[in-house]
Each structure stands twice: as structure tokens, then as C-alpha cells.
RNA sequence: UCCUGAGUAGCUCAGCUGGUUAGAGCAUCUGACUGUUAAUCAGAGGGUCCCUGGUUCGAGUCCAGGCUCAGGAGCCA
């Protein structure tokens, strides 16, 4: 426990973390570390891991004359602490070890019945045992890199005098038709108070109307933008869609900013240089992790075929990222270029493109990004009809085409990393479009206010933070790069 | 939700047109060895073949239904 007061605590005994002993220009200095046991080879050598780094300190065992009782308990998953002295290595392989000259077992770990071994499990097995994939190498480096790119988000922001505010997680309504969302009811269940219709009766319920867990704080947001000019939200957002996908989940976490006075130009510089931050910040602050995860990758492409194997081992994708700048096109445009495609002509595509309206499927956005620009690719102006009641109309085209001011960030291998618009700030346009889509307007007079009380220009977007964390580690599921992922038929841990 | 594939030892998997006692590597245990890096060598233990029902003299294998997982699609972030 860490106590702020008068007296002054150290939160760590005296122990040193292996990502400082392993970077140590000092040697022959007694030291204690800490931490689990990786790996215990020959009876001398301790592959040590305290989670600071994806790297192992070795600590050498002089098993001759060490009792042979603690030897027995030194197993792969125990807790240890060592202390003794750091020297240079006397082996290849590692620059320093630590001699032990006391082990001390802080834990045991039954080696009949601990399930992870030195030496490659599947993701799916480590999957289900979430609760401890935190000790390989694997997922040590993904939560690390997690942290850094969150933090990073923060710094981004708040560098730029953004606001962190925090939206609700229980919402009144669903007004906003992002998806299907989760109820969130006090009843009991078998005993559910009906109206003299029948109808369930939620004045009855605990805040007297029905709720449920927000979707999205984006309407909310915009009310703090129209006063604080520039804010963001970073936090849990849930939709119960039955998606069984390696990119949904059915808790994620979302970062969305609100910026009042911007367009859609300066919307998609605000996305465009947040993600480059966030990726820098990862790759200056997690080099030993990116490597891991990319030579995690090189091993795995090697069981593809070649033809499916990615030009761009995962740290050049990183760079390639930073060094350029994302391309961007209207829908229009897209459709233009996806029309004339290769695939397009030879009937590749299982959807073909046959005219201007409907909505792009994965398979045309991958072949823009991965196949056509083969970098990120930002689209705008989608046609009206497909895209949010909230977004700001444009005037028709020449051939009546309406269009919104939307835009879609889309990234080599997850697909749509952002989604945003310039919001619709004309009340009479927005009344007529909430009408025409049957959006309640007397749920969200609140939101209208904002477009009768000082209205402005403004423009957003939505992140899902874990396809951000997907791009940057490489990994190919989702469910991997959260702690605790949910997903339809799943809640363990 | 739809399509495709999978479910056999703690893990990763093999098991052919149905046929005695279901196999391998790794892990574990015992012993040997001891500067190892997925250590090595010898031996041992370890199975509800996902579940339910059916066909058959006989089912890990065939059929039906279900459950779970993976990949793809849809929905989206």
C-alpha cells in the first residue's frame, strides 16, 4: 500500500526491477529482484521475469550447495525473490546475471497442474486461460504496449488543451442507432412489473425509464465541445451485437473527441496526428516489445503461403505509418477507382461494384488500402443514406448525389480504425433528417439544444482503441489485445 | 446471425475404406549429467476420443441434434 502523508513510504523494498538490471552500467553490486520463474534449466540457470520487460534476468544457482528441498520448489510459475550479486555473464546469451546468494519462495507453483509451459502455446488455449497469459512473453509485451499507447492518447490531448470528460456508462436511450445495446435493469428478472397493456413497466425500474450501457458517448460529448471547445472521452462503450469477429468486441474501449470551430479537413488532421503520436510514442517508448512482436510475426507469417505473407515486417509497417502521409478521397472517388479495379473487371469481388450509393464491404476497403494505396487511406462524403443522422449534409452535386460529411479512417489488415464526421449544426437540417430516419426528437431535445443555443461548426470522431492496439502489436485477434475480452457467449474472468 | 473447418493425454497433433490393449513430440515424475538459452540422455505415469441419441455383431471413425472454438461474411469502432 502507497500512503500519502508525512512520512514517506517506499512502495518497493529495496527491490530493483529487471528492466533497470538489465540495463545497469554498474556490476558486481548485490541487488534483489524479484519476480516468476520462466524457466529453470539445468538445475542452475533461472530465467527470471517481474513483467518491467520482455526480457529474462538469469540468475545462477550454485546447486551443489543449495538445499536440495528449495531446489524442488524453484518451478516454472513460482514466485521468487534472490538476492546476490549482478556481474557480467559468464555465459553467451545475456550481458549480466545475478549470483544468488539467498532464494527465497514467495509462492509455489505446482508443476503438475500449472498450465503454461516454456514453450509456445496457442493463442486460443491462452485465450482461455486469460488469467494467466499475462505471464508470456506475448502477452507481457501487448499490455505493456497497451498501456504506453493509452497514456500516449492522454498525453496527445492534453498537450493540446483538450478536455478528458467523462461521458455516462448507463445512457437512457439507444437514440443514436449505433448498434444493439445492453439493458440495464434492477428488476427482478422472474418478476418483471407490467403495465395494464402488458408492457414492461419501467417507471418502476430503478431510474425510472428504461436504460442501458452507453454505445457511444459522442451526443454527450458534443455538449461539452459547445462549451469547452475541445474535449475528448477515453472509456468503456458496449453494443450487443452477436458479432463473431477477430475486430469486434462487446466491451471496447473508445477515445472521441469533439472539437468545436473544426471542419472536416481539420478533423481528419486531428485523427491523422493522433495516431501518428500515439504509434511514435509506442515505438520510442517500447522498442524491446515491437521487436519481440515483430519477430512474433515473421515465425507466424512463415506457416502462411507466400502469396499471403505481408511485404512489411510489423516495425516497418509502424515507420511506413509515420512516414507517410495518409491518403485521402471521397466515396466518389473510391467507387470511381473501384470500378476501373482489376478485381472489379474479373469478377473477384463477391459484391461488385455496380454503382454509386451503397455501402463499401470489407473486401473493396481492403483492396484500397492493401492493394491500391497501400497505406492508410482517409474516405469522405459517403452518400447520405448510409451514415449517421447527425451528420453534416452537403450540397447536392451536379447529378443531385447527396452526400455527408463523413470520414472513415481505414488501416492495412483491421479495416475501419476511426469513424467521424463534421456534425450537423443547422437545426432545421438536422429536425428533417432525425424525421426522415425516425429519430426521436423528444428523447434528445437536449442534443437539439445545442443547435438552438449558440450553435457552431464543429467535428468529431470515434477510436476503438483496441483496433489501434491490434494495428500496433501486430496481433490478429482482438480478444487478445484486452485483458479480459468479451464477446457473445463469453464473460469468464 | 450466415458460410467453412475443427474438438483425441496438461499442451500441439497423428489415428486410412468401422475391427483386439487409442499413438507421437513437448510437459510432468524418477534417475543420470551439469555454463544452460525450447539443455541433453534413460525410464515411468498420464485418456469420459466435446455432449446426447441413432445405425451396426462392433463406433475415436458413419448418421442426426446440440455445445464450444477458429477463420471468413454481415453489423461496426
Given at each position: 500500500m502507497?500512503f500519502c502523508g508525512?512520512k514517506?513510504?517506499t512502495?518497493?523494498s ?5 528492466k533497470?538490471?538489465?540495463q545497469?552500467q554498474?556490476?558486481d ?7 516468476w ?5 539445468s538445475n542452475r540457470?533461472?530465467a ?5 520487460t ?9 546447486f551443489?550447495?543449495?538445499d536440495?528441498?528449495?531446489?524442488k520448489?524453484?518451478?516454472?510459475g ?5 538476492s ?5 555473464s559468464?555465459?553467451?546469451g545475456?550481458?549480466v ?5 539467498n532464494i527465497?519462495i514467495l509462492?509455489d ?5 500449472y498450465p503454461?509451459?516454456?514453450k509456445k ?7 482461455e486461460?486469460?488469467h494467466?497469459?499475462?505471464?508470456t512473453?506475448?502477452?507481457g ?6 498501456n504506453?499507447?493509452?497514456f500516449a ?6 498537450e ?5 470528460l467523462?461521458?455516462p456508462v448507463i445512457?437512457?436511450?439507444d ?6 445495446a445492453f ?5 427482478d428478472?422472474n ?5 395494464d397493456t402488458?408492457e ?5 425500474d430503478?431510474?425510472?425509464t428504461?436504460?442501458n450501457?452507453t454505445?457511444s458517448g459522442?451526443?454527450e460529448g458534443e455538449?461539452?465541445a459547445?462549451a469547452?471547445s475541445?474535449?475528448y472521452?477515453f472509456g468503456?462503450?458496449?453494443r450487443?451485437e ?12 473508445m477515445?472521441?473527441?469533439?472539437v468545436?470551430?473544426n471542419?472536416l ?9 493522433m495516431?501518428?503520436?500515439v504509434?511514435?510514442y ?7 516489445d515491437i521487436?519481440?512482436?515483430?519477430q512474433r510475426l515473421q515465425?507466424e507469417e512463415k506457416?502462411k503461403?507466400q502469396?499471403?505473407?505481408?511485404e512489411m ?5 509502424l515507420?511506413?505509418?509515420?512516414d507517410?502521409?495518409?491518403?485521402r478521397?471521397?466515396?466518389t472517388e473510391a467507387?470511381d477507382?473501384?470500378k476501373e479495379?482489376t478485381?472489379n473487371k ?9 454503382g454509386w450509393?451503397t455501402?463499401?464491404q470489407?473486401?473493396?476497403e ?5 492493394k491500391?494505396?497501400k497505406?492508410p487511406?482517409?474516405?469522405t462524403?459517403?452518400?447520405k443514406?448510409i451514415?449517421?443522422?447527425?451528420m453534416?449534409?452537403?450540397e447536392p452535386?451536379?447529378?443531385g448525389?447527396?452526400t455527408v460529411?463523413?470520414m472513415?479512417?481505414l488501416?492495412p489488415g483491421?479495416?475501419?480504425?476511426v469513424?467521424g464526421?463534421?456534425r450537423e ?6 429536425e428533417?433528417?432525425m ?8 428523447e434528445?431535445?437536449?442534443y437539439l439544444?445545442?443547435r ?7 467535428a ?5 482503441f483496441e483496433?489501434?492496439?491490434?494495428f500496433v ?8 489485445v484486452i485483458?479480459?475480452p468479451?464477446f ?6
Amino acid at each position: 500500500m502507497y500512503f500519502c502523508g508525512s512520512k514517506k513510504y517506499t512502495y518497493m523494498s529495496q527491490r530493483t526491477k529487471i528492466k533497470a538490471l538489465l540495463q545497469s552500467q554498474q556490476t558486481d553490486i548485490d541487488v534483489t529482484v524479484k519476480g516468476w520463474v520462466r524457466a529453470f534449466r539445468s538445475n542452475r540457470f533461472i530465467a527470471l521475469n517481474d513483467g518491467s520487460t520482455n526480457n529474462n534476468i538469469q540468475i545462477v544457482v550454485d546447486f551443489e550447495n543449495t538445499d536440495p528441498a528449495l531446489l524442488k520448489r524453484i518451478t516454472v510459475g513460482a514466485a521468487i525473490s534472490v538476492s546476490g550479486k549482478l556481474i557480467a555473464s559468464l555465459g553467451k546469451g545475456q550481458t549480466v546475471e545475478v549470483i544468488a546468494a539467498n532464494i527465497d519462495i514467495l509462492g509455489d507453483s505446482d508443476p503438475e497442474k500449472y498450465p503454461i509451459q516454456p514453450k509456445k502455446h496457442s493463442l486460443e488455449f491462452l485465450r482461455e486461460n486469460a488469467h494467466l497469459r499475462f505471464r508470456t512473453s506475448t502477452f507481457g509485451s501487448i499490455f505493456r504496449l497497451r498501456n504506453s499507447l493509452a497514456f500516449a492518447v492522454h498525453q496527445f490531448f492534453q498537450e493540446r488543451g483538450f478536455v478528458y470528460l467523462h461521458t455516462p456508462v448507463i445512457t437512457q436511450s439507444d437514440a443514436e442507432g449505433a448498434g444493439e445495446a445492453f439493458h440495464v435493469t434492477n428488476f427482478d428478472l422472474n418478476n418483471i412489473p407490467k403495465t395494464d397493456t402488458g408492457e414492461v413497466d419501467y417507471k418502476q425500474d430503478f431510474f425510472g425509464t428504461s436504460t442501458n450501457l452507453t454505445v457511444s458517448g459522442q451526443l454527450e460529448g458534443e455538449l461539452g465541445a459547445m462549451a469547452l471547445s475541445d474535449i475528448y472521452t477515453f472509456g468503456p462503450t458496449f453494443r450487443a451485437e452477436n458479432s463473431n469477429t477477430t475486430r469486434h468486441l462487446a466491451e471496447f474501449w473508445m477515445i472521441e473527441p469533439e472539437v468545436a470551430f473544426n471542419d472536416l479537413d481539420d478533423n481528419m488532421d486531428l485523427a491523422e496526428d493522433m495516431l501518428k503520436y500515439v504509434i511514435k510514442y509506442a515505438l520510442d517508448k517500447n522498442p524491446d516489445d515491437i521487436e519481440f512482436l515483430t519477430q512474433r510475426l515473421q515465425e507466424e507469417e512463415k506457416q502462411k503461403p507466400q502469396n499471403e505473407r505481408s511485404e512489411m515486417s510489423l516495425l516497418e509497417k509502424l515507420q511506413f505509418c509515420l512516414d507517410n502521409d495518409f491518403e485521402r478521397l471521397t466515396y466518389t472517388e473510391a467507387i470511381d477507382i473501384l470500378k476501373e479495379s482489376t478485381p472489379n473487371k474479373k469478377k473477384k469481388f463477391q459484391y461488385p461494384i455496380e454503382g454509386w450509393g451503397t455501402d463499401l464491404q470489407s473486401e473493396h476497403e481492403r483492396y484500397l488500402v492493401e492493394k491500391h494505396f497501400k497505406k492508410p487511406v482517409i474516405l469522405t462524403d459517403y452518400p447520405k443514406a448510409i451514415k449517421a443522422f447527425y451528420m453534416r449534409q452537403n450540397e447536392p452535386d451536379a447529378q443531385g448525389r447527396e452526400t455527408v460529411r463523413a470520414m472513415d479512417i481505414l488501416f492495412p489488415g483491421i479495416g475501419e480504425i476511426v469513424g467521424g464526421s463534421q456534425r450537423e449544426e443547422r437545426l432545421d437540417k438536422l429536425e428533417q433528417r432525425m424525421d426522415e430516419m425516425g429519430i426521436p426528437k423528444d428523447e434528445l431535445w437536449w442534443y437539439l439544444d445545442t443547435r438552438r443555443f449558440g450553435a457552431c461548426e464543429h467535428a468529431g470522431f470515434g477510436l476503438g482503441f483496441e483496433r489501434l492496439v491490434l494495428f500496433v502489436t501486430g496481433m490478429g485477434n482482438i480478444r487478445d489485445v484486452i485483458p479480459f475480452p468479451r464477446f457473445p457467449k463469453n464473460a469468464e474472468f
